[in-house]
């Protein structure tokens, strides 16, 4: 694995554990500057997460700056129009696979939905600046790290199956539900496929950021309407049963 990847992989983990030092930080300096200790735990949270995301993809993308393809690498990658197709249909892959696990992991007895997603949700909706971490930045330092670091690394050693396996894996751990691995690890196999049959990393990108952002808006903008409509497609149900 070149030198470059160990550094994008090093400077993910510490953006992940810098919470633990970088939120009170923020706290303190927000106090310092007159705002109440209370108001501070409440934002001293969101404006972390967004100063070292930020922070963190603009050295992963200096890091990988010198990345070059070959004329061999050009040549075996989609076409842009073909590229864009996969991306398109990546999200419907996706969703596909994360419904599937969804059932399996239901079949089993684990209980349906994330509390990391509800947890976003929730950030979204008091600091709605977070819908750029959750939906864009996160998704592009994944797909980086993951599927063109992790799985790029270990598919040159060994078949398409385990190299998706153990990286997705790492992918779903990462997550911090080890409940829900199946879960994630579909949704990394669909992306890794991506990656596979394409020869872009900007496809998984692409479809994994579309992922999240339908997510985000269905989850929290559009949720009072698809509630409404749920309700009022149940009095249409009980009414057509009364008949």
Same mark, same amino acid.
């Given at each position: 694995?070149k ?87 990546g999200?419907?892959?996706a ?13 089993i ?18 600091? $709605?600046? +977070?819908?750029? =971490? ?6 592009? @330092?994944?797909?980086? !790290? /993951? &599927?063109?670091? %992790? ?37 990394g ?14 496809? $998984?990108? +692409?479809?994994? =950021? ?6 985000? @808006?269905?989850?929290? !903008? /559009? &949720?009072?309407? %698809? ?17």
């Amino acid at each position: 694995m070149k030198k470059e990847y160990w550094y994008v992989i090093i400077a993910y983990i510490v953006m992940q554990l810098s919470s633990l030092i970088g939120i009170p930080i923020v706290a303190f300096i927000g106090a310092a500057m007159g705002k109440s200790l209370k108001e501070m735990e409440t934002l001293s949270i969101p404006y972390w997460l967004v100063i070292s995301f930020s922070l963190t993809l603009v050295i992963v993308l200096l890091l990988l700056r010198k990345e070059r393809r070959t004329e061999t690498d050009l040549r075996d990658a989609s076409s842009p129009a073909s590229s864009a197709a996969w991306a398109f249909a990546g999200v419907f892959l996706a969703l596909f696979a994360q419904s599937i696990a969804a059932s399996i992991e239901n079949m089993i007895g684990i209980e349906m939905g994330s509390e990391n997603t509800q947890e976003i949700i929730k950030l979204i909706e008091m600091f $709605p600046v +977070i819908i750029l =971490v959750s939906s864009i930045i996160g998704p592009i @330092l994944e797909e980086i !790290v /993951f &599927r063109k670091i %992790i799985f790029g690394s270990l598919h040159k050693k060994m078949n398409f199956f385990f190299s998706a396996l153990i990286s997705s894996v790492i992918f779903a751990l990462a997550h911090m539900e080890p409940e829900h691995v199946i879960l994630y690890s579909a949704m990394g196999f669909t992306f890794a496929f991506l990656y596979v049959k394409t020869k872009r990393i900007i496809v $998984p990108i +692409i479809a994994h =950021v579309t992922m999240n952002t339908m997510v985000v @808006l269905l989850q929290s !903008v /559009f &949720r009072e309407d %698809i509630e409404r409509m749920i309700k009022e497609a149940e009095k249409i149900q009980s009414f057509i049963g009364g008949l």
